[in-house]
């Protein structure tokens, strides 16, 4: 087989030790932080040894007979989030568990930040909440505004791993935590879970400038591991990138993980991009697997058309209108999750596979 070269030489190189400290220690500008400036200074010292060696997992577990090579030492962060989503996935699977659906609030902004109320698309998550729920529906919302407002919250960037070879990107995936460059924290590892649990999800999002707001498209981003990735890191040596290279060559199957849920969005703007956003959301839902509840679960809306930015809480407050159409998206995702389950829906959906499956 022919040999595939990669393709190197646009990484920096590794930061300097001065240039290290100063980028670590812009964590401990406060003049409190002074008193233990001998605390700090011994911490970063074991900081620029992980960075140095590049201890990105320095916690391991031997994969297990799961796996393509039993005696591959497996993130031990990667492997706890693995565990939740093959529970979660029994769950969704179990015929006799209680459907559930996960509402996303896509907006960034809420009142316990920088804009000091909030956002519209929040109280549409609500209506959507309340609908569902009526339904004898479990609701599971997913408020993304918390990666502006809450410490220490993030949603790290994808590395497009995927674009150097499918079997690279890793389902979950196994970018984060990288503890060596201090990229922690990651809220993905609980989302994926999440998103494996429901039965359907329903996506509340305004428009920013033309495009899903930062915090959502991180979101969807890092969830293009569900769609093609790869379960078996061992299979390309962790982050391998010949291995995973020759093993895309071979034939690989592009797994659809979540593929079977149902979806319903909500859009909302106030001058432009509504219909470009919706249209793409849908898109991506569908090319995941997901199953669209219908015209009805599909909106885009504008609130306050040119109106001033001030007075569009009092908007909607008047565009009964609206509120009863974000109702009947949760009404039909609702509808479409109980045909769903009792295989119904299935049964008039034509088998047919990909001949491009990516």
Known sequence: MKTIPI???????????????????????????????????????????????????????????????????????????????????????????????????????????????????????????????RSEIEVDVLDLSLVTSDYGRHIHPCKACASTAMPLCHWPCSCYPNHAMNQTNDWMAEIYERWTAAHAV???????????????????????????????????????????????????????????????????????????SRRALSDWLDWMGFIDAGAQARLDRFIGYFEPYATSHDTLDHDTVFQEETRNVARAVAHTVGELRAGRLQAVQPRLSRPRPK
């Open 7 to 133: 393709r190197t030489g646009q990484a920096p190189p590794p930061l300097e030790r001065a240039a290290f400290s100063a980028r670590y220690r812009a964590s401990f500008v406060d003049p409190a932080f002074r008193v233990e400036d001998g605390a700090i200074e011994r911490l970063e010292d074991i900081a620029w040894q992980a960075y140095a060696e590049g201890r990105k997992a320095p916690v391991t577990h031997k994969a297990g007979q799961a796996y393509a090579d039993p005696d591959y030492e497996l993130s031990a962060d990667w492997l706890a989030t693995k565990q939740r989503l093959d529970v979660a996935q029994q769950h969704w699977a179990d015929a006799g568990s209680t459907s559930r659906v996960l509402v996303i609030c896509g907006s960034a902004r809420n009142d316990g930040t920088c804009p000091g109320e909030m956002s519209k698309s929040f109280r549409l998550t609500g209506l959507v909440r309340e609908e569902l729920a």
């Open 202 to 276: 329903v996506i509340v999002s305004p428009v920013y400038w033309y495009q899903s707001p930062s915090p959502l498209k991180l979101m969807i981003d890092r969830l293009v591991c569900a769609d093609g990735g790869n379960p078996d890191p061992t299979t390309t040596g962790g982050k391998k990138a010949a291995m995973a290279k020759a093993l895309e060559i071979q034939g690989w199957d592009y797994p659809q993980h979540l593929a079977g849920r149902a979806y319903g969005l909500v859009v909302h703007g106030d001058v432009a991009g509504i219909e470009g």
